[in-house]
């Protein structure tokens, strides 16, 4: 007997292609080779993990691997570069391949523990450093005190019990100190500007021989053996010496050793001085030698009579800074040998003392072809002083910031006399008053190009506070209804 031919039951099945049970489930291995953009490598590392128990509680996929591995150094630089300064911590905590890289974009860095130089990391974490502050790292704080003691660019931590010796006693030995500067000479061929106290000549030589592009040096507790140094720094353009900081340390740079800078360091276009000793024969070495020199500075000055008649042998000096020096030149010589700086522009006064006429006079005198003057808290100052201003022929901007000795006339008798005044600017000089402002004053005031006139700040806020009702008794605010 037979019997028809039933069908099966897989040709009961929709042969449609629509038909969800016609699809077949696709395994995450062949919709990972269908991408064309999954690397092998990301291939292999899945299946891995899939063999892994993690693998049945979370499943990998792609979007959980770091995109930024296949990315070259020099592109996730540029990257991180376009990134906002705040934000720069953070990068270093995501990996230590960012935490490199983020190191060698650290060009300015200023060191609180030689040790950390010395090991070895400092170069290994920041191997593009280019500027470098050592000044801290040189003194042995005391760190269990809760005193600091900040100054300037200095600051540190001092016991109560050693106030005034403590600087002295606790700055590290020099050869402690030149072995830093070999270790950051062998491994920072960029380093262009270093900050450094207490080092030695020895030291010095070293780091040049390797640094041969160092352009700034600033140099604490300097001294005449040290400046020896200095002549293998050939391709130095700027430098601060420091000698004696009051309270801090003493040291002394005197005209030997600033014959040894200028006959060294001919190539230099800017010069602090700061604590230093000399006399006219060092400045006058130093204007003959360094024919570059554009920027000199001079502060806390310990030189003898007669260094400010050597400023007319700086023949390519134009801005000349004098700054927290309470004594100017008592002896500058006779007026009739001084001479005048041919290119200076600039003159700049702050914090020094102006009473010394003498002194003031040969200053003035010397730099009798200065197109701006700034003159900022110089106690002493009064009119008969300012009256030697008269020496300047062709000033075409004043700055008076400070100067509460000096009247309304001793300004008028002075301005009045330069022809090409163009701006002016007095700040802070009490004895200078509206009230007393003459017609002739006024009428030049009309033809400057820039005036800022706020002489007496108090009356200045006075008239800002007119109308306003503060300082009124309290009942005209509290009136009852």
Request: glycine letters at 6%.
């Amino acid at each position: 007997m037979t019997f028809p031919k039933t069908k099966s039951f897989r040709e009961k099945i929709p042969t449609s292609p629509k038909s969800p049970l016609r699809r077949r489930r696709s395994s995450w291995t062949s919709s990972w080779l269908n991408n064309s953009t999954t690397s092998f490598k990301q291939v292999v590392s899945a299946v891995m993990q899939s063999q892994s128990p993690r693998s049945i509680s979370k499943p990998q996929t792609p979007t959980d691997f770091d995109r930024t591995l296949s990315l070259p150094d020099s592109l996730l630089l540029k990257i991180l570069h376009k990134l906002p300064e705040s934000q720069n911590d953070d990068v270093s905590l995501v990996c230590k391949r960012w935490l490199n890289l983020q190191g060698r974009r650290i060009r300015t860095l200023r060191v609180l523990d030689l040790d950390f130089l010395l090991s070895g990391k400092l170069l290994s974490r920041f191997p593009k450093l280019s500027n470098v502050d050592l000044s801290n790292a040189c003194i042995y704080p005391s760190r269990n005190s809760p005193i600091s003691l900040s100054h300037k660019s200095i600051s540190f931590r001092v016991s109560s019990s050693n106030w005034d010796d403590f600087v002295e006693e606790n700055l590290l030995h020099s050869e402690t100190v030149d072995r830093g500067l070999r270790v950051l000479g062998r491994g920072s061929c960029d380093l262009l500007r270093l900050v450094v106290i207490n080092a030695s000549e020895m030291g010095l030589l070293g780091l040049a021989e390797q640094c041969c592009d160092l352009q700034e040096l600033e140099l604490h507790k300097c001294n005449d053996n040290l400046l020896r140094g200095i002549a293998a720094c050939q391709n130095l353009r700027a430098l601060r010496l420091v000698g004696s900081v009051d309270g801090l340390y003493t040291s002394s740079v005197s005209d030997i050793g600033l014959t040894i800078l200028a006959q060294g360091c001919k190539r230099l276009a800017k010069l602090e001085l700061s604590g230093c000793e000399g006399s006219f024969d060092g400045i006058r070495a130093i204007g003959q030698c360094c024919e570059l020199l554009e920027d000199f500075t001079v502060s806390h000055h310990r030189m003898d009579d007669g260094w400010i008649a050597a400023l007319s042998c700086f023949e390519s000096l134009k801005t000349l800074t004098i700054s927290s020096c309470p004594k100017m030149d008592s002896c500058p010589g006779p007026e009739e040998l001084l001479g005048s700086c041919p290119a200076l522009e600039s003159l700049q006064l702050k914090r020094c003392c102006l009473s010394d006429k003498h002194g003031v006079r040969a200053l003035f005198k010397v730099c009798d072809g200065a197109t701006t003057v700034h003159i900022q808290d110089c106690w002493g100052l009064d009119d008969d002083s300012f009256s030697l201003a008269k020496a300047f022929r062709r000033v075409r901007f004043l700055s008076l910031e400070g100067c509460s000795v000096l009247t309304t006339g001793g300004l008028e008798s002075v301005v009045l006399r330069w022809e090409e005044l163009e701006s002016m600017r007095v700040m802070s000089c009490k004895n200078i008053k509206d009230s007393e402002i003459s017609p002739a004053l006024s009428s030049l005031f009309s033809l400057l190009k820039e005036l800022t006139w706020r002489p007496d700040t108090r009356s200045h806020l006075s008239s800002r506070l007119q109308g306003a009702g503060i300082g009124k008794r309290g009942s005209k605010f509290f009136k009852k209804r």
